[in-house]
Every structure is written in structure tokens, then in C-alpha cells.
Nanobody
Framework: QVQLVESGGGSVQPGGSLRLSCAAS????????MGWFRQAPGKEREFVAG???????RTANSVKGRFTISRDNAKITVYLQMNSLKPEDTAVYYC???????????????????WGQGTQVTVSS
């Protein structure tokens, strides 16, 4: 059972930046695809970005050019760098791990096997 712990959330003004981190509990992390999802109040959880075991990334159109996902296998951590934040980016952000080796990170939350507890990101002036 892989445990995922997110950190780095908080409150920021529009146009600001945050970096989320997701630390995994075990080294097999390096073979997993990792994803970030978010859920805004009253909305369904949605895919934000993913990175597979060889570093191929995939980003939702709504955040493309502003958010960047990366991973450090030595630190068993995945990151989400969020720039030019907008009020509509306000949500709880979740980290997830997919055990399967895929050419592209999956976008469907059903493809992911393990989930973190989430971290709140609030963008407001």
C-alpha cells in the first residue's frame, strides 16, 4: 500500500505561484505514473496533470502553459508548479499514483490506485 502526502497548498493572490509536493512512502514510486487532480466546491474532481515512469507528461488544457508537473525519483516526490494562478484554480488538489506502466499518464481518476488526502489551494484577492 503506497501512502501519498501532499503539501504546499495555501492562499495566494491572482497571478501568484505555488508549488505542491506529493511524497510517496516507498521506492516503487519510480515505476508508477503520478497524477494531480483537483476538486472545486460543487464540482467533480478533474485531471490537472500527469507524469509517467519515464517522464512523459500530460496537462489539462485549462492549466496548460501555467502548471508544470515533475518528479524526483530519488526523493520519491512529485511536484506541481503552479504559476499565473487564477481564482478558478481554487480547489482541493489531490495527488494520485497509477501502478500500471503507460505510454501516457492516464486522465481518468479510475485509472489511479492510490490517493493522497488533498491540499487546499485558494486564489483570491
Amino acid at each position: 500500500q503506497v501512502q501519498l502526502v501532499e503539501s504546499g497548498g495555501g492562499s495566494v493572490q491572482p497571478g501568484g505561484s505555488l508549488r505542491l509536493s506529493c511524497a510517496a512512502s516507498e521506492g516503487t514510486f519510480s515505476s508508477y505514473s503520478m497524477g494531480w487532480f483537483r476538486q472545486a466546491p460543487g464540482k467533480e474532481r478533474e485531471f490537472v496533470a500527469g507524469i509517467n515512469y519515464i517522464g512523459t507528461t500530460r496537462t489539462a488544457n485549462s492549466v496548460k502553459g501555467r502548471f508544470t508537473i515533475s518528479r524526483d525519483n530519488a526523493k520519491i516526490t512529485v511536484y506541481l508548479q503552479m504559476n499565473s494562478l487564477k481564482p478558478e484554480d481554487t480547489a482541493v488538489y489531490y495527488c494520485a499514483a497509477d501502478k500500471s506502466r503507460t505510454l501516457l499518464p492516464a486522465q481518468g481518476e479510475g485509472e489511479y490506485d492510490y490517493w493522497g488526502q488533498g491540499t487546499q489551494v485558494t486564489v483570491s484577492s
